[in-house]
């Protein structure tokens, strides 16, 4: 931690919540989809910081928070439809650079990590509601990055690099490793080999957005799980054997409806594992601004 020790300082906000697994929320393979484990992740990010922090104040006095980090894994293992998913999120206040508070490139937010449990089922299409154990197990795990900022700073100004009226009832602590970067998501696989490269184009509308009057983050997520499907398929991978165990997201600018975008791939194998980087441009930008690193599990080749 940060800063001047203090009793009086919160550490961390636990949060917990319960949801009903449904039909949707699994692939084929009984498995808790990333996409799923995102869209319980949000609003519980939400729920822990009003019910904790004065968001409203902070809204009040023109600051905000932004989600611009998210990595979620898939663990093996079949789950039921009408189970019982439990989510654990423990939340942190956190200077993000890995330098601390008083330097250059400080900068303050908050890192969410989730845990997801339920019951193992059976894994058989026709008794796809009954569990095998009594016993809950991890069937995923999150992270989200918040960056505190100003919502209308100038160019450069809007970083926060100190503590917040709204703030400082919270233990500032130390992101280490800092803030990951949108270099280290684009790095091609060493070993790997390339085997598809592409792109489409496409045009967000108001079904992709949400109250916050941007492009939902799970929406992303979507788009480029989508776009890696048609890349393994490009390949000559058998599609209906892949899935993404692990996803990792940079976001740097939001899309908003009516945007046209492109998003563009690339995948690599290295022996019965695949990598892809994914990127979601606007307009004639020649950077993305959501980036995507995502990791195929299944085999990675045609028998």
Not at 6 to 17: D, I, K, Q, W
Not at 112 to 138: A, K
Not at 200 to 206: D, I, P, T
């Amino acid at each position: 931690m940060t800063g001047t020790p203090s009793a009086e300082l919160v550490e961390e906000l636990r949060g917990e919540h319960r949801v009903l697994l449904n039909i949707p929320d699994l692939d084929q393979g009984f498995r808790l989809k990333s996409r799923s484990m995102l869209s319980v992740a949000v609003p519980m990010m939400y729920d822990s910081f009003t019910r904790h922090v004065d968001v409203a104040g902070l809204r009040a006095a023109g600051f905000g928070s932004v989600v611009t980090h998210a990595e979620f894994e898939r663990r093996p293992g079949p789950l039921a439809v009408g189970a019982d998913l439990d989510v654990t999120v423990v939340t942190r206040h956190a200077e993000l650079s890995g330098w601390g508070l008083g330097h250059r490139p400080s900068r303050l937010g908050f890192e969410c990590r989730y845990t997801f449990t339920s019951r193992p089922g059976t894994g058989d299409p026709f008794r796809y509601r009954e569990t095998v154990s009594d016993e809950p197990f991890v069937c995923g795990t999150g992270r989200l990055l918040l960056t505190l900022v100003r919502r209308d700073g100038p160019p450069g100004q809007r970083i926060v690099a100190e503590p917040l009226p709204q703030t400082r009832h919270l233990a500032v602590h130390l992101l280490d490793p800092g803030h990951p970067g949108a270099a280290e998501l684009a790095e091609p696989p060493e070993g790997g080999r390339e085997v598809a490269a592409g792109e489409r184009a496409g045009v967000f509308g108001l079904q992709h957005t949400d109250t916050n009057q941007i492009v939902f983050t799970g929406e992303y997520l979507s788009l480029l799980e989508d776009h890696l499907t048609v890349l393994a398929a490009q390949a000559g991978l058998p599609v209906a054997n892949q899935a993404t165990d692990r996803v990792t997201l940079a976001f740097r600018n939001p899309f908003r409806a009516g945007d046209a975008f492109t998003v563009r791939g690339r995948l690599w194998r290295d022996g019965d594992r695949g990598t892809a980087v994914l990127g979601v441009y606007g307009g004639d930008a020649d950077k993305p601004g959501v980036l995507g690193r995502l990791h195929l599990d299944g085999p990675t080749a045609s028998t």
